[in-house]
Each structure stands twice: as C-alpha cells, then as structure tokens.
C-alpha cells in the first residue's frame, strides 16, 4: 500500500479512508510515527487491515496498532470489535497461539545484589521450564483433569497448590473465561496439549530475567511494586499446540458454513461465522477454554521460575505484578457509534493488549532490547477499545534472519553485553536477533503519546532463556 492513501490525522494516528474500497464497511485507523510507517509499508499488513474492514458487524475502524505486521487474515497488531447482535467472530482475528500472553514477577533483591548469581540462575530456570518444540512438562493429564484446567484455567492451579490468592488477583480475568467449555475442543487438540502445561515452547516465547532499567511514574511504580534497579522475571508464552490446533479445527469449520450464513469474504484466511450462531458460539467457548489453559500454563511455569529462585537463593518471593493476554476475543460493552447507549461487542485483539483504565500493560520487546511496564488510561476506551500493541513487532521473516545471523554469534554478543542466554537451539535464537523487530522505544513511545497507555518503567534483559 502506498502511503499517498493515507490521511494524516496526526503525528501519530493515520487513516485508511473507507472510500478506499468498495466493500469497506469502516475506516483504517492505524497509530504509528513516520518511523515506523515506513516500516509497516514494507509488508501486506495494511492491505490486511482494509480486509479486517469487510467484516459483517464491525464497528468504528479496523485498528492496527505500531507493532502491525502481516499474519494469518487479520495483521498480528490488529484489533476489531464486532457487534454480537449483527457481527461475526474469525478464528484469524485471535490468531493460531490462543491467549499467548505476558507476566511480570517482581522480586525485592536489586540487580548489584544478583549480578553474580545471573548465570547460575539463568541455568536453572532452564533446566526448571522445559522449552522447544514439542517437548511436553512435568504433568500428562489424563482427560477429566485436562478438561477441568480447560473449564477452570488458573483456579484448577490453584487447587494443585501451584496458584496463589495474589496470584489470581493480579491476572487478567482471574486466569478463568467462564464461557469456556472443553466438550467443543477436539481429541486431537487435547492430545497435543495434554503433556504441554508448565513449558514455553519455541518461536518468541522466553522467559527473560530483567533489571528495571528507568521509572518514568514513580507513583504508579511504586503500586505496582517496581524501584530502580529491581530483578523482575518476565514470561511469555500460550496455549502451545492445543491452542493451534482449536484455530486449525475452527477455521475448517466456518470455510463450511460460510455459503450456511451468505457470508462473503475477500480471503479465506477471514474465515468467519456470526457470533451468535452455534459454529460461532462454538468456537468462542472452545477458544475461552483453550485461553484458560494458556493461564494455567504461565501459572505452571510461574511456580517452575520460583522452584528455580528458591534454589539459588532459598527462598521464593516472586510476586505477581500482572498477567495480560493477547490473542484472545472477549465481550466488552462500549457506547455505540449511533445511539451512544452502551452496547456490547466482541473484541478481538491479535497480537495486541487489552488496556483498560490504570491496568497494567506488559510490552516485552525484541531479544536483548527493553520491555515496557505501562498503564491503560480512559483514552484508550474512547480511541482503541480498550487495547494497545503487545510488543515491538518484526519488520523481518524468521526465514530472512536466519539466513544473515548467526545464533552463535548472536549469543557471543548478547554476552559482551552482559545478557546471559541459555537457548536450546542457535537458530531459534537468530529467529528473534533485535534486527527482526522495530525499535521497541519508538512503539511504545506511540502509543504513549496517543495515550492508550502511559508509561511507567523499563526494563532490560539480563538473562534469557529461549527453546
């Protein structure tokens, strides 16, 4: 897409006009600087972001956020919500990896107190969170106890012991979409998740040991717990292959029935069924569950990152700051753009954050960059629904970087830098090298200015630990 169609709305928000295309049901709203504009020019995210505007029932725009990028039908960095009444729900605008998402633990020890046992820590996460494709954990559920960790997501954790209160306190949605019910999830999708609880995978999942770099809201940091030259962990992963495989089945499922509901779609990628009806029904019950068991993983691994604390330095005081999903959809009431009375909607956030009012958001950046601790502001109801960008966002396919970076190399200069990696494989780690991904400063610098969410501190890697 050329930038000519583009219509300044200002330094930091861009539209694609509706008149652009015939079959527009709503504007293009994108929010990014010049910079990095011309970074998202270089793929086919906006044309994907035109399609996103096709779609029955949705409302406002169709928004990309500064981290947009091309994926599977909506772009990753895309939001759109959809009327429940009149609009439908896409398997592609919640994406492959249901509920991939961030947490951030907080530990009161500072980096000069750590610095020494950085290494040795790093090892032992390792050795604690299995990682890399395939490789199942510590549990094989047999299926009543998979279906409950569907049905009941982080609270079943906490009914192991694994969870505590504050834990389920400071997660989004309390780790739990009541909606889920495991009955619509396949065998096959259990299969492949049923030994996958507690691990990261491969791809951009890590685990990250990180100092807090700078505090930009000493008020709000101090809420959140977070001081200058703190020790946080950070983990980010999902739903694993049970995940992927619920999106597989359900884009199946409404490619079928689209000629069922008249529904015309310009790429099949967009795959849709109106929310209301029983395939569209369907699948968000069987996303929800699968959403729980992404919750129920990063819980697993929460209690594996304090198994590993403890052993290096007995004892395990890791507190939850937040934990925020991306990929994921859920019922939201917002004003309407007719009546202003307030209506609900089916947001679907991909490869993007939910943001609400003094919330905390999670912006990890590319390997070996910084991460961003935030907060939603008002702002972000009335411009974005609620939601903002979920992290820096490649300008580089994993094939591309894999051919000019060496893992090897990659590694050697991360630990020039003082940032101990332990990754099971080199050419993962060249997948996710920093020149894969857009400046993460200049994203969140975005989306602070526009004010979705306002910064409040950030931190820098000092030990990463990748499939």
Known sequence: MDKSILKKINDYIWEIPQNFRSDMRVPGRIFASEKI?????????????VNV????????????????????????????AMDINEGVISPGGIGFDINCGVRLLRTEKTFDETRSKIPELTNAIYQEVPSGVGVGGRIKMVNNELDRVLERGAEEMFKKGYVTEEDLKNCESGGRLLEANPDLISKHAKDRGRDQLGTIGAGNHFVEIERVDKIFDKPVAEKLGLFENQICIMVHCGSRGL??????????????????YKIAICDS????????????????RAMSAAANFAWANRQLITWEVREAWRKIFGSSELKLVYDVAHNIAKIEEYPSTSSGQATKVVV?????TRAFPEQPVLIPGSMGTASYVL???????????GSTCHGAGRVMSRTKAKKIVRGAKLKEEMEEKGIYIKAGSMAGLAEEAPIAYK?????????HEVGLAKKVARLKPVGVIKG
């Open 348 to 352: 679907h956030r991909k490869g993007a």
């Open 53 to 80: 505007a096709t779609l029955p029932g949705i409302q406002k725009y169709s928004y990309a956020m500064p981290d947009i990028h091309e994926g599977y039908g909506f772009p990753i960095g895309g939001v759109a």
């Open 243 to 260: 995940g992927h495989q619920v999106a597989t089945d359900y884009i199946q499922i409404m490619l079928n029935s689209l000629s069922k």
């Open 37 to 49: 504009l011309r970074d998202i020019l270089k793929d086919e995210s906006l044309e994907q972001v």
């Open 375 to 385: 907060v939603g502001t008002d702002e972000s109801l009335k411009q974005s629904f």
């Open 439 to 447: 400046d993460i400063d200049e994203v969140v610098s975005v989306i």
């Open 269 to 284: 990628q967009l795959a849709s069924a109106p929310f209301n009806s029983r395939e569209g029904q369907n699948y968000f």
